[in-house]
């Protein structure tokens, strides 16, 4: 599918950076909103931040566009691996979208995310692009990983990103980790690790947080709580499921993630904090309206009335679009225009990242030992696959 340089360059670009849809915006689209959160903060061993939040015209229509963008995205994705261009395992985040958007809106790039495998979403966030993540959801030498990571395994060290990891909970320690690193490098920055409530229960998890609260360690840890670990619900999991208190000595707040305004005081002012006092714990009370993978259909343990009473109600999109429109911002057309432009980007991505190439088979080989180190001794054609090695 033939396209014009410009729109190529567009797509190369990440989240908000080719936005046209800020044209109709007047000079005083930097001017200060105040809005108050959905829901109070409920708090465990510190006092909750403020329930209002300062936006701006520009900061909801790029809330807009970039939480639209990651809907459609994800709902390509389930199309895509319906039809197996994208093979393996394949988390969706559709639902999610205000904890990736309002957790960025609050830190820079030099603060540290690492998250599980449900991570599209967040490494679009953090500056990725779409074709960087259907290249690498579709295996091509492109993607973020070389096509070699697929859908859990998204990485962009340079912007803070640390991945998505396949392992239940055991990202943790490796964000506690860097928080200790940016401690140690005296660097005013943060960690966020974020799980969800089916990890809430991992010992290391735990193990991790004391050595955090013991050194007082620039660590926030997220539970982006959809109340689903695979198919369990929290509570026949968990004895306690407020995920806030469960840090014991670590503070905690109970946010609800599916305001994006919400997470964007939240994780301000769980930075603060953490730069000050140390660990501090966010529960993300959020939904995802997928499965847990597309392996599970998502309707053999919730109903489809659950499902669509949350649509209705806490929608983290149309939350933004009720507020756009109740202050003039927008017309109803032009966020339906927004939406048209999402459709026709994600669809040309798409058709780019399909006629990109699949990784050289030499590349089974790389990032696995050092150079110079370790050998094949499989495969039919080694002898004339390792004479193309390096």
């Known amino acids: 599918m033939a396209l014009s340089a410009q729109r190529t360059s567009n797509l190369l670009k990440p989240l908000s950076a080719a936005a046209s849809y800020i044209r109709h915006l007047s000079t005083d689209s930097a001017a200060a909103i105040t809005v108050e959160t959905s829901l109070p903060f409920s708090s465990h061993n510190i006092d909750p931040p403020s329930r209002t939040v300062e936006t701006s015209a520009k900061e909801l229509m790029t809330f807009f566009r970039d939480m639209a963008l990651m809907r459609r ?20 985040y559709d639902g999610q979208e205000a904890v990736a958007v309002g957790m960025e809106a609050a830190i820079t790039r030099k603060d540290c995310i690492i998250t599980a495998y449900r991570d599209h979403c967040i490494y679009l966030a953090r500056g990725g692009t779409l074709l960087e993540t ?54 005013e920055h943060v960690s966020f690790s974020m799980y969800g409530d089916g990890a809430a229960n991992q010992g290391q998890l735990f193990e991790a947080l004391n050595i955090a609260a013991l050194w ?12 689903y670990g695979m198919g369990t619900a929290e509570w026949r999991a968990a004895k306690s499921p407020a995920y806030y208190k469960r840090g014991d000595y670590v503070p905690g707040l109970k946010v609800d993630g599916m305001d994006v305004l919400a997470v964007k005081q939240a994780c ?109 001794a499989f495969g039919a054609d080694r002898k004339e696959l390792k004479a193309t090695l390096p």
């Open 268 to 376: 301000k002012y769980a930075k603060e904090h953490a730069l000050k006092n140390g660990p501090l714990i966010l529960e993300m009370d959020t939904y995802r309206y997928h499965g847990h993978s597309m392996s599970d259909p998502g309707s053999t343990y919730r109903t489809r009335d659950e499902i669509s009473g949350v649509r209705q109600e806490r929608d983290p999109i149309e939350r933004v679009r009720k507020l756009i429109l109740a202050h003039d911002i927008a017309t109803e057309k032009e966020l339906k225009d927004i939406e048209k432009e999402i459709r026709k980007e994600v669809d040309d991505t798409i058709a780019i990242a399909k006629e990109c190439q699949m990784p050289d088979p030499s590349e089974l080989f790389s990032n696995v030992y050092a150079k110079g180190l370790g050998t094949e």
């Open 216 to 227: 007082d360690l620039p660590a926030i840890l997220v539970c982006e709580n959809n109340h």
């Open 73 to 92: 995205m994800e709902i390509a994705s389930d199309s895509l691996y319906k039809a197996k261009l994208i093979r393996g395992f394949c988390h969706l």
């Open 134 to 187: 259907f290249t690498e959801l579709m295996g091509r030498k492109d993607g973020c990983s070389k096509g070699k990571g697929g859908s859990m395994h998204f990485y962009k060290k340079e912007n803070g990103f640390f991945g998505g990891h396949g392992i239940v909970g055991a990202q943790v320690p490796l964000g506690i980790g860097l928080a200790f690193a940016l401690k140690y490098s005296k660097e």
